[in-house]
Structures are given as C-alpha cells and as structure tokens.
Nanobody
Framework: QVHVVESGGGLVQAGGSLTLTCTAS????????MGWFRQAPGKEREFVAA???????QYSDSVKGRFTISGDNAKNTVFLQMNSLKPEDTAVYYC?????????????????WGRGAQVTVSS
C-alpha cells in the first residue's frame, strides 16, 4: 500500500508565499515523476506542476514564473514553492506519484494520490 500525504497549505494574502510538501511512502515499486494538481470549487482538477526524476520540470502557464517544483527522488518527496499568490490560486492542491507513464500533465498518468491540502489566497 502506498500513502501520499500533502502538508503546508493555509491562508495567505495576495502577493504572499506558501510552500507545499508531499511525501509518498509504502510499497513504491517504481517512480518516474511526482506532480501537483489543483481543484477549485466548481471546476475540474487541473495540472499545476510536475518533476520527473530525470530532472525535467513542467508547469502550467498560469503558474509559470511564480511556482517552483523541486524534490528528492530517494525520499519520494516533492515541494511546491508558491510565490506571488493570487486569489485565483485558491484551491485544494493534490500531490500524485507517477510510476511509469510520462504524460505528467495528465491526471491519468498518476497512480497514487494524496487527499489534498487547502490553499486560500485572500484579496
């Protein structure tokens, strides 16, 4: 069994910063990438950022230049540094682990998901 746990969410004013942390543990037989998605009320889950353990990172256009993803392959841990936050960044942020698929911007690529961390940005 694999557990994925996010932490670091909270309430922040517009223009502020937050860092989310995610760790996957348990029987992880393989891992090629970890990613972050978010879902705002009434909206579909959307891709935010992903890191492939080969070193490649990808970001959605909406967060490029403001968010930075980093991680530690050996610990199956990933971080999402979020700067210059906007009210439209308000959402539940989900972390996920991809065992073998390379289409990291699609939620279908991921095998294990966390329960999410709430991020609220006030104007």
């Amino acid at each position: 069994q694999v557990h994925v746990v996010e932490s670091g969410g909270g309430l922040v004013q517009a223009g502020g910063s937050l860092t989310l942390t995610c760790t996957a543990s348990g029987r992880i037989t393989n891992s090629i990438a970890m990613g972050w998605f978010r879902q705002a009320p009434g909206k579909e889950r959307e891709f935010v950022a992903a890191i492939m353990w080969s070193g490649i990172t990808q970001y959605s256009d909406s967060v490029k230049g403001r968010f930075t993803i980093s991680g530690d392959n050996a610990k199956n841990t990933v971080f999402l540094q979020m700067n210059s936050l906007k009210p439209e960044d308000t959402a539940v942020y989900y972390c996920a682990l991809d065992r073998s698929r390379a289409a990291v911007q699609s939620h279908y690529a991921y095998d294990y998901w966390g329960r999410g961390a709430q991020v609220t940005v006030s104007s």
